[in-house]
């Protein structure tokens, strides 16, 4: 029996093998591309908004958000109620006067005593050099010890800013196992970029070297090169080029800061009994400093009933 035409072309056609797809067109494929390219756009994150530094003087650092927060007011101290630290003062404006007016200037390691006011010179410095010189457009910027590691990424932030910023990191110190300071060595000097033109980096510690001693007597007493260990730790306070140290201060000077702030804030007390209890109150501490001064004068002025404004000036509640 004769098969149709039609049945022997339906024969010829070749069945699709089980499992194997079936080729797509390459315009397919492109629109596949696409679509996947634009969701991943959707998933990342925004790129963040370029810092607006005429919104403030000062700013804080931020790395997980990448956002440098501006600072409406910042807490500091006038520079003429910072005493008995005329001759590290005197230095650190300088080279604060010479950042500011493009001039070479060194990073600077403010080290010592504790509440003699180290981080307090950095701000006022910050401060007058800013009001004497406010084309230079200087900016303090605060990174806390923790991000250090982050100071790469806010170099290229800072880099190529018309301002010029002190980066200022207050309390600096490093542990055992801590390798941060690895970033911060390179930031300092060393690295293939360097450290921008526009930017001087400011730090307070109470260790000179940055690192405790017991710290620097374990890695002599573990390591197989001792002097190459420590050289490796103590070699991060080398590239300081300024180092500026704070030491306790005599009875003298620690009265002299307490009739500073009661002068400053019109805190109406006799000096005879203002001497007896600013001393007694050191005693107490066992301590004398700038710190120890001012918390006698905040705690003297709220007994007396006497408030201090923004401006300096105080009044009296009746």
Partial sequence: MARSPSHSRNKAKKKPVRGKPEPHSSGDGSEMLARVAAALERLAPAAPAAPDFAAAEAFVWYPEARRLAAVRRVNRVEMSLLKGIDRVRDLLVENTERFARGLPANNAL?????????????????????????????????????????????????????????????????????????????????????????????????????MARDMMENERATAINPGEAVEEKVSLSDRFGLWLGFHRCSQDEYLAMVDAYVARYRVPVDAAELRREALEWATTRGARSGRVAWQYVQDLAGRLGVKTTDDGRQRTDK
């Fill in 110 to 210: 403010l080290w010592g005593a504790r509440g003699m006011g180290k981080s307090s010179l950095v701000k006022a410095a910050h401060a007058a050099i800013g009001a004497a010189h406010p084309a230079a457009g200087l900016k303090l910027i605060e990174i806390h010890r923790e991000d250090i590691e982050s100071l790469p990424e806010l170099m290229g932030i800072l880099r190529g800013a018309p301002q010029r910023f002190i980066v200022f990191c207050d309390d600096l110190s490093f542990d055992a196992e801590d390798t941060s300071y690895k970033s911060l060595k390179t930031m300092l000097e060393g690295g293939i970029e360097g450290r921008p033109e526009n930017v001087i980096f400011y730090a307070t510690s109470n260790r000179r070297h940055l």
